[in-house]
């Protein structure tokens, strides 16, 4: 077991040794601690902190966990120019799964009555589920416009308007982003799943706000008491898994021929400047974009269901885009006035204000950090500050699983955690009862915990608590 050492209330290291280049540095809680060594994280911890060209430190967020590779809820940026790397396993299969928030005029009493229709509407329009195929047919050189576009594409058909590209990170678009590096099997996966939200923890949430902690930020982003806001949860559906799973062999051969020594196979890379990383950073940016394009898509059926459900424009609905944020992604960022590759796997990006690559509107105030809850749990909106330089900017992306799927169904059955949930006011739907069983409550984290880990530590403040009231499940 690793010899993890306390070194404040809410952050512990693990001193290097062995091959580890840098020190590896955990946020958490005590109690968070003690899971994170009985499922031995510690250990890919180490192993990321052992890649050439890595920085400082190899970071967990509190919601960290057991992944590939690299553990979910792990960052490490890397030195280019310093034979620094890039690993498809330190980003994940499910490149830029992300979320969005969009916020209503609406109150609870507005819709409450007609909450059930609203999902059904929502769920009718809106394909969720393993293998869920979208209403659009597109070419494949639109396919590769997607790719390229990212939001851009999507709005410029009339699926949003010019203030969601502001509103997304990087506008909805990584301009590094080569649809030629894409495989034609990654083209197939993607091509009918555009709109689509998927199946696993990805969801859709009608919620309610229920408490403010910074009123000025609540206020300058359109945040109030009571107000109905809505979460979409997905990502880049089978394109993003294919490119991945594509990339990782082809990492498996330039380990190889640059005679990198790796602790861990499955964090198989290459040097960022070589061909081979250059090649999977402009693909792991065409998967980005489609899944900006996804998000912004269902955003735009959620405002046609929810002005079909209330018979009411959408000037007297609301749903402007608070923001988007990616999960697992990796970006050229500034930091310390030079340029480094930042690995964010289920860790959320938190710029604090004055950056420069922040809209105008949260230039003054931060970045908001949207931070997703697990079915029947509340959500969190917080805000990037300038101590999270510690954490090269990134903070936590959601809860973090505590039990593996499996475990979780043996815990409750799909119909008894929908019951369950009716009970506390919150209605579920679900093509597959099974995955509601996976991703039961139970399963996961402590949401307020992990939250006030984030806070506390300085990575990211809290802004705003949202509660579910009602939740689509792939």
Known sequence: MSDIKKVSEFKFEIPPCGAMK???????????????????????????AALPGILKYSLAMPDVHWGYGMPIGGVAAMDIEKDGVVSPGAIGYDINCGVRLLRTNFTEDKIREKLRDLLKVIFRNIPSGVGS????????????????KGSVWAVERGFGTEDDISHTEEGGCLRSAKADFVSNRALERGNPQLGTLGAGNHFLEIQKVVEIYDEGK????????????????????????QVCDDYLKVMQTAVRKYGISLADRQLACAPFESEEGRRYFAAMCAAANYAWCNRQIITHRVRESFMEAFGAPLSEVGLELVWDVAHNIGKIEEFENRKIFIHRKGATRAFPAGRKELPEKYRSTGQPVIVPGSMGTASYLLVGEESASQTFYSTCHGAGREMSRKKAMKLESGQSVVSRLKNEGILVLSDKLRTVAEEAPAAYKEIDEVVEVCDRSGISKKVAKMVPLGVIKG
């Open 22 to 48: 840098v020190p590896g540095v955990i946020y958490a809680s005590e109690k968070m601690i003690r899971h994170i060594e009985r499922e031995n994280v510690s250990k890919q911890i180490e192993n990321v």
């Open 133 to 148: 195929r979208g209403k659009l047919r597109l070419t494949q050189k639109e396919v590769g416009d997607v790719l390229e």
């Open 218 to 241: 609540a206020k300058a982003w359109g945040i109030f008491p009571g107000q109905i806001t809505v979460m979409i949860h997905t990502g880049s559906r089978g394109l993003g898994y």
